[in-house]
């Protein structure tokens, strides 16, 4: 059974419509993130949640808001989105506070904004 | 800066042969590692970690990877590739940001294996 939900595997949207990308773990982790990967380029870090509380915020742009109604939920809100937008949207879980431990990945959200 | 570099974007070998993927690392404070596999259309998976010790790591499926303070690298080794081996693999840098963490990636290895 996966750990970590994603909801939805693949979405087309057109640009400046909004959409919301939905995660859920099923890990007891009090850490959440976000993270994306665009074509050509590393993974990169966006958010990350503790105990519901953002912690840090990587994303230059305010269209990409994360919401935490549930402690084991961090769905990423995107408005006005734009084609650069498209690009795969991972959501993690962790232990909080500690260097060393683990982080489980979701299988991703692909994103394709036309 | 902190920073992953992996300099081969792309390796080939044939099945049954040895391999090893390069990564070197920027930061100046304790290293953390990761190394991560993507498989096609999926979820990262973690191989191994090292974070003290015995800087030789074992990881899944044959694994290992060892640590090299004085070369700020961390490579991935296995004796015997599989053609299930073929995958994307990344060399991941793990901070500490408050009461959560960051991962630095670096940009990834595509590993084909060959019959």
């Known amino acids: 059974d996966p750990k970590i939900i994603q909801k939805p595997k693949y979405l087309v949207a057109v640009t400046g419509s909004e959409k919301i990308l939905i995660c859920e773990q099923y890990?007891?982790?009090?850490?959440m993130y976000w993270y994306r990967q665009s074509a050509k380029k590393p993974l990169e870090f966006m958010f990350s949640y503790s105990y519901q509380k953002l912690m840090d915020n990587q994303t230059a742009s305010s269209r990409f808001q994360p919401q935490s109604s549930k402690k084991n939920h961090l769905d990423l809100q995107i408005t006005a989105l734009k084609p650069d937008d498209s690009a795969t949207y991972f959501c993690?879980?962790?232990?909080?506070?500690?260097?060393?431990?683990?982080?489980?990945f979701g299988s991703g959200t692909r994103l394709l904004v036309i | 800066a902190q920073s992953v570099t992996q300099p081969d974007a792309r390796v080939t070998v044939s099945e049954g042969a040895s391999l090893q993927l390069r990564c070197k690392y920027s930061y100046s404070g304790t290293p953390y590692l990761f190394w991560y596999v993507q498989y096609p259309r999926q979820g990262l998976q973690l191989l191994l970690k090292?974070?003290?010790?015995?800087?030789v790591v074992q990881g899944v499926n044959g694994f290992e990877a060892e640590f090299s303070k004085s070369n700020s690298s961390f490579h991935l080794r296995k004796a015997s590739v599989h053609w299930s081996d073929s995958a994307v693999y990344f060399c991941?840098?793990?901070?500490?940001?408050?009461?959560?963490?960051?991962?630095?990636f670096g940009l990834g290895t595509t590993l084909q294996v060959q019959p």
């Open positions: 991941v840098l793990s901070l500490i940001t408050g009461n959560t963490g960051k991962l630095i």
């Open positions: 993690a879980s962790s232990h909080p506070g500690t260097p060393n431990s683990d982080y489980t």
């Open positions: 890990l007891g982790h009090n850490a």
């Open positions: 090292y974070y003290s010790g015995d800087p």
